[in-house]
């Protein structure tokens, strides 16, 4: 499986829509890959809080329209990062979207330039500012089946959180998928937590960071693809600009996990146990 992780930057200046067509032009230099992937908020930086309300889009809006011809035009499944959506709000009428509820929300697409998934962020980051109180959060696990390997969405402060990723394993997740705007201070955190995340559910991690500095806030870069035991088979050269291009056994998640059957040995319903008196 030819896997294409397009580590775009924010460029100052640069207006969304440019953007989005920078990013098209790049998604279609990938025909020939299977699988082709875009970072966490790319239209406006996942750090440029200010931006996220004036450039919010519904579900099927301007990002939405680029990227769907995109993925048509190269014939590969897209993951087309994620947009700032607003969707109607709840109780709102049918089709109005008033105010609205601002998502991060993920958008994936078929070779025929079809929607194939939608995943809205469930882990927000920012505690009690930034995303985490200007957007809501998702509820729903969403996998994806392609021909090769059927896809578990996550994305980026998502990687913190294992049980999101077993949740995905038993929903019949081989591959995670995780787009990012990761910060640079943080670095380490990302290719460790990767590797774990691969590692404790056998299966393969994408994970695609963006370039260059997010309102003020480096950005780590640094994409990468891990296999089920953890290796690392590609890694992005640092945090600029670059498309990391990776060949992958997806079979091989079905051998290894028969091969060292951990995952058959997990204990659920596990309550704290009590201290001794």
């Not at 640069?14 to 067509?21: A, F, G, I, K, T």
């Not at 960071?209 to 953890?230: I, K, L, M, N, Y």
């Amino acid at each position: 499986m030819r896997a294409s992780l397009i580590q775009i930057g924010v460029k100052q200046g640069e207006s969304v829509d440019s953007r989005r067509q920078r990013a098209a032009a790049l998604v279609r230099e990938e025909a020939g890959a299977d699988l082709v992937v875009l970072p966490e908020l790319w239209t406006t930086g996942a750090f440029a809080y200010e931006e996220f309300d004036a450039e919010a889009e519904p579900l099927q809006g301007p990002t939405y329209e680029v990227m769907a011809g995109a993925a048509r035009d190269a014939g590969v499944w897209l993951h087309a990062g994620s947009v700032p959506e607003r969707a109607p709000a709840p109780g709102s009428p049918s089709g109005s979207d008033g105010d609205g509820v601002l998502y991060n929300t993920s958008l994936v697409f078929s070779p025929e330039g079809e929607l194939a998934a939608a995943y809205r962020k469930i882990h927000r980051f920012g505690f009690d500012k930034g995303e985490a109180v200007l957007m809501g959060a998702g509820t729903e696990l969403v996998t994806v089946e392609l021909p090769e390997t059927r896809i578990g969405l996550a994305t980026c402060y998502d990687l913190r959180f294992p049980e999101l990723f077993r949740g995905l394993v038993d929903a019949g997740a081989e591959t995670f998928v995780v787009p990012a705007g990761w910060p640079e201070r943080r670095r380490d955190h990302w290719t460790l937590l990767a590797r774990a995340r691969a590692v404790e559910n056998q299966a393969y991690v994408l994970a695609c960071g963006s370039a260059g500095t997010h309102a003020g806030v480096p950005q780590a870069g640094r994409s990468v693809v891990v296999d089920p035991w953890g290796e690392v088979l590609g890694e992005a050269a640092g945090a600029g600009e670059e498309v990391l291009r990776v060949e992958f056994d997806a079979g091989r998640v079905a051998g290894t996990r028969e091969r060292f059957p951990a995952l058959k040995d997990r204990v659920l319903g596990m309550e704290a146990g009590r201290s001794a008196s």
